[in-house]
Each structure stands twice: as structure tokens, then as C-alpha cells.
Antibody, heavy 118, light 111 residues
Framework: EVQLVESGGGLVKPGGSLRLSCAAS????????MNWVRQAPGKGLEWVSS????????YYADSVKGRFTISRDNAKNSLYLQMNSLRAEDTAVYYC???????????WGQGTLVTVSS | QSALTQPASVSGSPGQSITISCTGT?????????VSWYQQHPGKAPKLMIY???KRPSGVSNRFSGSKSGNTASLTISGLQAEDEADYYC???????????FGGGTKLTVL
């Protein structure tokens, strides 16, 4: 069974940093690209970042470019999102999602809440 | 402002069919056969329902179908059931600079 479990969310002050993690199991993590997608409270989904299976290709939404860094450790079946210079508008539930055999976000974690507030 | 445009809400009675539209541009929906649809119940993670415009992942009911014409994709749910009540989001690949773009979401109410 595919499982994606996010962790690392919490309350942080504006300008602060946070590192999210996503632990994957039940599939060959090293073969698939991974993504972070966020959802502000009461709002829709927003793609944040994507990383290819071997980390060769990395992409960011304009809203986080230069502040967030996506990375992965295939030996540990883990995905990360380093978030710096956090703003109130970064407040959201952050989901990790895989792109597997279907060219779509086929499996999602349960999400971790990041709250940026003073 | 979301990149893809969806109606804010739709409703239908049990047993009926509904269709949710998703309008993009020639840079996303119109350029790639990579439209997907997600179902999200309150407090839960999104679930993939349709990919590549019209394909269903294993385990998704055949009451869910998708189509695309030009810059507009559609999700149709037939034989509405109470458990279909949820938010639905469309998504399209939009090239290596924008990557994935989502619609604003449609709240489906089963009357």
C-alpha cells in the first residue's frame, strides 16, 4: 500500500524557516517524481514545487521561487521542502504527492499544517 | 485568481448526472492531454479520479468520466450518490515554467 506521511509543520513567525519532510513507502520512491502542493485555509489547491526522480530537474511556483528549496533522499525514501523567509500568505496545509505510472498527482499524503503568524 | 476556471458550485439529486467544466488556455488545457481531476472531502487529502483527460485509475467508479474539447475539460458524474458530495479540482500540466495549474475548485452538493 502506498503511503506518504508529511511532518514538520507548525507555527512560525514571519521571516522564519521551517523544513517539511515526506516519508514514502509502498512503492519504488526512486523511480517517481515528487511534488509539494499547498492549500490555504478555505482555499483551493496550489502547486508549489516538483523534483524529478534523480533530482536532475527541479521546478518552483513563482510565489515561492528563491525562498523554498525542494530536495529528496532516495536512500531514505524521503522528500523535503526547506521553507525560508516565510510570509503570512504561506500559511497552508502542505501535501506531498507523487507522479507515478499515471502522469498526474496520483498519491497524496495527509498533509501538514504550516501557520505563519506573529 | 486560479489559472483554470471552474464553477464555484454545482448540485444534483441522487441518481442524476452532473458535469463540471474546467476552462483553461492554449498554454495548458489546450496544449497537453494531461488534465486530471481530484475529489476532496472535508479535512481529507485530494484523491485522483481522472487522468489524461478521460482515464480512470484502478478503483475509481465508472460513474466518473472525463472529456476535453479545445481549452475546456469536463468531469461528468453519473448516478449521483451521497458520498460524491465533495470539492472537485481540475488540474493541467502547463509546461516546464508553470508546471501544474489548478482550477479554483467546485463544490458538489447532492440534494
Amino acid at each position: 500500500e502506498v503511503q506518504l506521511v508529511e511532518s514538520g509543520g507548525g507555527l512560525v513567525k514571519p521571516g522564519g524557516s521551517l523544513r517539511l519532510s515526506c516519508a514514502a513507502s509502498g512503492f519504488t520512491f526512486s523511480s517517481y517524481s515528487m511534488n509539494w502542493v499547498r492549500q490555504a485555509p478555505g482555499k483551493g489547491l496550489e502547486w508549489v514545487s516538483s523534483i524529478s526522480s534523480s533530482s536532475s530537474y527541479i521546478y518552483y511556483a513563482d510565489s515561492v521561487k528563491g525562498r523554498f528549496t525542494i530536495s529528496r533522499d532516495n536512500a531514505k525514501n524521503s522528500l523535503y521542502l526547506q521553507m525560508n523567509s516565510l510570509r503570512a500568505e504561506d500559511t497552508a496545509v502542505y501535501y506531498c504527492a507523487s507522479v507515478g505510472s499515471a502522469p498526474a498527482l496520483d498519491y497524496w499524503g495527509q498533509g501538514t499544517l504550516v501557520t505563519v503568524s506573529s | 485568481q486560479s489559472a483554470l476556471t471552474q464553477p464555484a458550485s454545482v448540485s444534483g439529486s441522487p441518481g442524476q448526472s452532473i458535469t463540471i467544466s474546467c476552462t483553461g488556455t492554449s498554454s495548458d488545457v489546450g496544449s497537453y492531454n494531461l488534465v486530471s481531476w481530484y475529489q476532496q472531502h472535508p479535512g481529507k487529502a485530494p484523491k485522483l479520479m481522472i487522468y489524461e483527460g478521460s482515464k480512470r485509475p484502478s478503483g475509481v467508479s465508472n460513474r466518473f468520466s472525463g472529456s476535453k474539447s479545445g481549452n475546456t475539460a469536463s468531469l461528468t458524474i453519473s448516478g449521483l450518490q451521497a458520498e460524491d458530495e465533495a470539492d472537485y479540482y481540475c488540474c493541467s500540466y502547463a509546461g516546464s515554467s508553470t508546471f501544474w495549474v489548478f482550477g479554483g475548485g467546485t463544490k458538489l452538493t447532492v440534494l
